[in-house]
Each structure stands twice: as structure tokens, then as C-alpha cells.
Nanobody, 125 residues
């Protein structure tokens, strides 16, 4: 069964850090762009970060640039999101996703074909 499973979410104070992990099973991982998205209550799902198949190229939303770092370990079929200097506005459910091979825009969530179940990140002020 193809799936992505996130872990590492939780409750943290503003200024703190969390590291999210997403492990793939039953699907090809190492040759695909992987991304992280988030969705806060009452808001649309938004792009956070993406990484190319080798890990050499990364992309970030302006709101997280300089604070978050995406990385991957293809030997472990895992993508990570290191989140530092967290702010209350980072509170959301965070999802990892695998981008399809045909579409070009990594910022659009409809261009991703597999999604994890999400992990809650809550940042208190």
C-alpha cells in the first residue's frame, strides 16, 4: 500500500524548534520532488517547501525562508522539515506530498499525487 507517514509535530513555544519527518512506503521516492504544505483552520492549504530528487535544490515560501530547512535521505525514503524560530502563525497541520512527474509548478498542491495524513504543529505565544 502506497503511503506517506508524517511524524514530529507537537506543541512548542514561540522561538522554539521542531523537526518533521515523512517516510514513504510502497511508492517510488528517490526520483521525485517532495514537498511540505500546511493548512491552518479556515485557510487554504499553502506551500511551505520543496526539494528536488537529489536534494541539491530546495524551494521555500517567503514566510519560512531562513527559518525552515527541507532535506531528504533517499536511502531511508524520508524527507525532513527542520523548523526553527517558530512563530504562532506557523500553527497548522503540516502535510508532506510527492509531486507528480508532469507538472512544473511545485507550489501548487494539485500537482502532487500522494499525500500524508498530516501532523499538527501548534506554536504558543
Amino acid at each position: 500500500q502506497a503511503q506517506l507517514v508524517e511524524s514530529g509535530g507537537g506543541l512548542v513555544q514561540a522561538g522554539g524548534s521542531l523537526r518533521l519527518s515523512c517516510t514513504a512506503s510502497g511508492l517510488t521516492f528517490s526520483t521525485y520532488v517532495m514537498g511540505w504544505f500546511r493548512q491552518a483552520p479556515g485557510k487554504e492549504r499553502e506551500f511551505v517547501a520543496a526539494i528536488n530528487f537529489s536534494g541539491a535544490t530546495t524551494y521555500y515560501a517567503d514566510s519560512v525562508k531562513g527559518r525552515f530547512t527541507i532535506s531528504r535521505d533517499n536511502a531511508k525514503n524520508t524527507v525532513y522539515l527542520q523548523m526553527n524560530s517558530l512563530k504562532p502563525e506557523d500553527t497548522a497541520v503540516y502535510y508532506c506530498a510527492r509531486k507528480d512527474l508532469w507538472s512544473g509548478n511545485y507550489r501548487i498542491h494539485s500537482n502532487y499525487d500522494y499525500w500524508g495524513q498530516g501532523t499538527q504543529v501548534t506554536v504558543s505565544s
